[in-house]
């Protein structure tokens, strides 16, 4: 295996190098004539030498295209899952996808608040349907667009935070889950 330094693109480039064996490295080495390409693959070379077929090399290549015409609108379809599932239904590499985020500007894959919020505004909604006049709805609803706005803010902006009023009202519903969970679990 050879390779040098890329400075474009700042990667080792592996070059592979036939694998000779015995038969191989006698006179046929040097005389293009003996040598002859009869398939290239992403995956094999297959070569062929005086009449016999061999596998010589065997390697995945990637093209730099694929990673560089991932573009933010794209991944954001991707941000409700989790890195590594992304990263797999891209077939691309975790350390490919976060090198190709930081180029775009998401500094952390946002997946956990997407789903934080997700939760909440399933909170909400149950809790809207479930009123019986405790709280006004216009305030549960006012509350729900205001989740839905912040939803789409991450989406377009991941590494944004949230507002004071989405991390109250967070808060507030750890509060309610926690008291109720302890509630059931006094009452068993």
């Not at 050879?2 to 190098?17: A, T």
């Not at 933010?72 to 985020?101: D, H, S, W």
């Not at 952390?108 to 997407?114: A, I, N, S, V, Y």
Request: with cysteine; aromatic share 6%.
């Amino acid at each position: 295996m050879s390779g040098w330094w890329n400075d474009n693109n700042g990667n080792y480039n592996n070059q592979v190098e036939p694998i000779l064996d015995d038969i191989s490295r006698t006179n046929t080495m040097g005389d293009p004539k003996m040598e002859k390409i009869l398939h290239e693959d992403v995956n094999t070379t297959i070569k062929e030498k005086t009449s016999q077929k061999r596998i010589i090399m065997k390697r995945r290549y990637r093209e730099d295209g694929d990673i560089n015409s991932l573009s933010r609108e794209m991944m954001k379809q991707y941000f409700y899952m989790p890195i590594t599932k992304a990263a797999k239904e891209l077939n691309i590499g975790v350390t490919l996808l976060k090198k190709r985020c930081r180029e775009l500007g998401i500094p952390r894959w946002p997946h956990r608040k997407l789903t934080s919020l997700n939760a909440l505004i399933t909170n909400l909604k149950d809790l809207l349907g479930n009123t019986e006049g405790k709280t006004p709805k216009s305030k549960l609803r006012n509350a729900l667009e205001l989740l839905e706005m912040e939803k789409k803010m991450i989406e377009e902006v991941p590494d944004l935070e949230f507002g004071d009023k989405t991390k109250r009202l967070r808060q507030a519903c750890f509060k309610a889950k926690y008291k109720q969970r302890r509630l059931f679990s006094s009452s068993s």
